[in-house]
C-alpha cells in the first residue's frame, strides 16, 4: 500500500496563513509551549526524585531587540534533542506533548495546553526567520534548528549553557499595512502576556526600561531596567472559595471587566464530572451605558488550561442572562487547531446550562434573602428579563417568572407575582393589571375603580415589555391574567349582568349613534361596568391593547397597528342623563359630545390626540355657551 504523503511546504503556507485570524496569537502560542515544556520537566522532577531542581527557577523570558529586530522567547523547560526537534518542529502536526500527555494520562493535575502539533509555526506569521536553539534536560548536546518557513529547516550541532529552549524570531520587514514591529514594543508585548497569557503557572519575565527620582534630587529622574514578571501566574478562580477575601473578588472584577463600582454579586463556582469547570461570574452594579443597545455584546471569557482562548463566549449565556460579565476554565473543551472556535459544541451547552441554573438560583436566593439589593438589580436589569420571558414564544418564562417584580396598587412597591397570588381575595378569579406610563398616571385610571373597590390588588405595568410579556406568561399558578380594561372583569353577579344587559338594551339606539358620530373611530358605544365615579373611559376589544399600539406604533416601521377601540360610558354618572335628554332633543350636540367624551377617553389613557385646536375650540364653545 502507498503512503500519503503530506505535502509539507503546502501545509506550512496553508497553516501560517489561513488557520489564525489574530497574528498575535504566536505569543501565546510560543508561551504556551514553553510552559508545557516546564511542566513536562516538572513532573519528571517529581517522579524522579531530586534532579536538582528548583520549581521556583522556573521561568520563560521575553527579550525585544528593536536594533536587530528579534524577539526571543527562552524557557528552562525539558528542552529538546535533535530527534525531538527533528520530530516535533520538522513534521507538522506532530505534538510531542499530545504523546508526554497520553502516557502520563493516570496522573494528576496535567494541564499541558498543546495537542496539534501546529501552534509554534504560527511564529511564522510575524517572522522571516525562526531560530530554536534547545538543549534537553540531562543531555550535554545542544542543537539549532532554524528555518524561513516554506524552504525547509536546517539543524545543526551549538552552544547551549543550560537545558530548555530559546526561539528567536526575526520579525518581517514592516509594510504599509503591517506593522510587524510593534511586537518589540514593551507595551504591546506586557498587554499580550496579559490578554492570553496571565494565568500560565510560570512567571513570564521581560526586563521593563522605569522612571524613578534620582536620589538626593526633587525633580531629577533617571531611568533603570527592572526584570518584571509580567502575568499574575494563579487564577483567581482556581484558589478555593473560603481563602477569597470580598476585596479580592471585587478589585479582580474592577480590573477586568473595567468597571469603576464593585459588582452586586459574585458566583464562583466549580463543578466536577460530566463538564468540569470552574467559572467566575459576577453581576453588575448597574447596568453599561450600552447595555439595552445593539452595541453591548455578551458572553463570559473562555480559559482552557488558564490559556485565554475566547473574549466572548455568546453561547455560554442566554439572552436574558446576558448582564453577567465572567470567566469559564475548562480543560475538558474540544478545540480546534487554532483555539479561536469550538469544534463540538456538547460540552460548552452542559456548561452553558449549568450556569444558567446556577445564576437563576443565586438570583432567587437574592430575592428571598436581600430584597432590597434584588430590587436594585432589578431596576438595573428587570427590563431584559421582561424581554427574556417574550424572546422565543416564551420558551423561557418558566424559568423566568419568579424573578419578576411589579409595582401593586395595594402595597404601593414592587412585588412578585408568587407574593400577588399568595394575597389574592376569596372569589378573585384574576390577577389584574393596568398599563401606562408610570405609576402615579395608571393610578389615576378610571378603569381600576371597580377592581380597587373591590379590594383586589392590581399591577402596574410602566414597561413597553410589560403587557407583552404578561401576554406571554398568560397564567400564573394558574391564574389568568387580566387587564382593567378587559370588557368583562369578572367582578359582577349574574344578576348585576343580566340588569347592565337590560339597560344597554334600552340605550341600544343612543349608544348606536354615538358611534356613527364618532365616524369609525371606536368600534362601539357601551355602558361601562368598571367605572364608578368617573364619567368616562376607553377599552379595546380584540388581540391588541392601547398601550400595545403605542409601543408597537413607536418601532420604526411603516406599518402602524390600530387597537379596536370601545368608548365606555358611566350610567350612573350626570352626564348620561345629559346624553339621553341631548339624544331626545338635540342630536347635532350629542354629535360634539361624543367626540368630547371620546377625547377625554385618549387623553386619559395618554394618547396623543389628532386634533387638540378643534378640542380646544370645542371646549371654549360649551364654556361660553349661554
Ligand atoms: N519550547 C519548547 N520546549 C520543548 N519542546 C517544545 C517547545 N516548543 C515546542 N516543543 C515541541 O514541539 C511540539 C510541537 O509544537 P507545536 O506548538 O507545533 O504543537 P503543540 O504545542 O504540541 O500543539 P498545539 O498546536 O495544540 O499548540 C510540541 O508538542 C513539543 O513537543
Known sequence: MKQFKAESKRLLDLMINSIYTHREIFLRELISNASDAIDKLYYRTLSDGDTGLNRDDFCINILPDKENRTLTISDNGCGMTKEELENNLGTIAKSGSLNFKKENEQKEDIEIIGQFGVGFYSAFMVSEKVTVLSKAFGSEEASKWE??????????????????TTIILKLKPDTEDNHYDEFLETYTLQNLVKKYSDYIRYPI?????????????????????????????????????????????????KNKFMDYTDPAKVIHSSTEGTATYNALLFIPARAPMNFYTKDYEKGLQLYSNGVLIMDKCA?????????????????????????????????????????????????????????EKYEEFFKNFGLQLKYGVYQ????HKDVLQDLLLFYSSGEKKLVTLK??????????????YACGENVDRVDKLPQTEAVKEKG?????????????????????DDKEFKSVSADDLGLETEEEKQAA????????????????????????????QKLKTHPVCLSTDGAISIEMEKVLNSMPTDEKVTAQRVLEINANHPIFKKLCSLYENDQDQLKAYASLLYTQALLIEGVTIDDPVEFSNQICGLMTKE
Not at 348606536?512 to 362601539?524: E, H, I, R, S, T
Open 205 to 253: 519575565k521581560m526586563d521593563v526600561e522605569k522612571s524613578r527620582l534620582k536620589g538626593g534630587t526633587k525633580d531629577e529622574y533617571e531611568t533603570y531596567t527592572e526584570n518584571e514578571t509580567l502575568n499574575s501566574m494563579v487564577p483567581i478562580w482556581r484558589k478555593n472559595k473560603n481563602e477569597i477575601k470580598e476585596e479580592e473578588y471585587n478589585e479582580f472584577y
Open 147 to 164: 528555518s524561513t518557513g516554506t524552504a525547509g529547516y536546517t539543524i545543526e550541532p551549538c552552544e547551549k549553557e543550560s537545558h530548555g
Open 392 to 395: 422565543d414564544f416564551g420558551a
Open 315 to 371: 453561547d455560554l449565556l442566554p439572552d436574558y442572562f446576558s448582564f453577567i460579565r465572567g470567566l469559564v476554565d475548562s480543560q475538558d473543551l474540544s478545540l480546534n487547531i487554532s483555539r479561536e472556535m469550538l469544534q463540538h459544541d456538547r460540552q460548552l451547552k452542559i456548561i452553558a446550562g449549568r450556569l444558567e441554573k446556577k445564576i437563576k438560583s443565586e438570583l432567587e436566593s437574592m430575592l428571598s434573602n436581600e430584597r
Open 419 to 432: 407574593e400577588y397570588v399568595s394575597r389574592m381575595k376569596e372569589g378573585q378569579k384574576f390577577i389584574y
Open 501 to 528: 344587559a337590560k339597560q344597554v338594551e334600552e340605550n341600544k339606539d343612543m349608544l348606536n349613534f354615538m358611534k356613527d358620530a364618532l365616524k369609525g373611530k371606536v368600534k362601539q358605544v357601551i355602558l361601562s
Open 456 to 476: 383586589y390588588e392590581i399591577l402596574y405595568l410602566t414597561d413597553g415589555v410589560d403587557e407583552f410579556s404578561i401576554r406571554m406568561l398568560m397564567k400564573y
